[in-house]
């Protein structure tokens, strides 16, 4: 469910997000739920998904990202992607998902 | 494309997020002994996961039922492979297929979806078609040729 305490950390009003080795609708939800909860628990400003141990990612992982920026835009914040594969910064790159996600 | 069928298989699951995996693991395993790049198999991974994703979502709207994957495996000498996957659900079906297909189309009543999963099919298969009647299932159809090693240079 990736309710492990080590995968989400809370720095400045930064949210960083490990995220699984394969990030797809069964991982979503938890994902979803986890990161929400700490929005609204730690005035979290901007969100950092880091895709270091990701393999594969198909269009939920689009999702998880698109409803995380829809909660934290109105308030100023920014969504960056670090630690992306080759394969997964295409895949951000070509969606058009650059326009709201920094891959840095 | 003619050529003969090396390999068939067909799978029935229910509809249950925890088979996503399960149908990307099998379809890899079905085309791993094919020479291809690391690329194409992710392609056909994703895919896959797509379309049992939709069928799980938005055919059983949740409430399980049986997914049906099958895939065909066909060899031409002088072309290479040809890979078929079918997807079919028993759900709710699509009303208007070429709307749901466009580029970030989602049903309303979510918004946690990003709208692309047809876009990927389409992105990372060579030919995908969608048959839908409501209230009878759906059934996506998609094909990836993988160049004979030859071919290739």
Redesign the interface.
Request: charged letters at 35%.
């Given at each position: 469910m990736g309710t492990k305490t080590q995968e989400y950390a809370i720095i400045d009003n930064y949210l960083c997000i490990k995220m699984p080795a394969?990030v797809?609708?069964?991982k979503?939800?938890g994902i979803?739920e986890c990161a929400d909860q700490l929005i609204l628990d730690d005035k979290v400003k901007n969100i950092v998904f880091d895709f270091e141990d990701t393999t594969?990612m198909?269009?939920?992982g689009?999702?998880?990202i698109?409803?995380r920026y829809?909660k934290i835009s109105c308030f100023g914040g920014k969504v960056y992607a670090v630690n992306a594969n080759e394969?997964i910064t295409r895949l951000l790159t070509?969606?058009g998902m650059t326009a709201i996600v920094q891959v840095v | 494309m003619e050529g003969n069928v090396i390999n068939e298989i067909k799978l029935e699951f229910e509809a249950v997020?925890?088979n996503?995996?399960l149908a990307?693991v099998v379809i890899a395993t079905f085309i791993s002994a094919l020479d291809i790049t690391v690329?194409e198999l992710?392609d056909v991974?994703?895919a896959v996961?797509?379309a049992v994703?939709n069928a799980?979502?938005h055919g059983y709207e949740e409430k399980g039922g049986t997914v049906v994957m099958s895939a065909v495996l066909k060899k031409d000498d002088s072309i290479g492979h040809l890979l078929t996957i079918e997807i079919c659900d028993t759900g709710v079906g699509i009303e208007d297929v070429e709307k749901a297909m466009q580029p970030m189309f989602t049903t309303g009543s979510e918004?946690?979806?990003?709208?692309?999963?047809f876009?990927?099919m389409e992105?990372f298969m060579d030919r995908v078609t969608v048959t839908s009647s409501p209230n009878m299932g759906t059934m996506v159809h998609m094909e990836k040729q993988f160049k004979a090693y030859d071919a290739r240079q």
């Open positions: 394969e797809d609708h069964h979503a939800s979803r594969f198909d269009s939920s689009l999702g998880i698109i409803g829809r394969r070509t969606s | 997020s925890e996503e995996g990307r690329d992710e991974k994703t996961s797509e994703t799980i979502i918004n946690e979806r990003s709208g692309m999963g876009s990927f992105a």
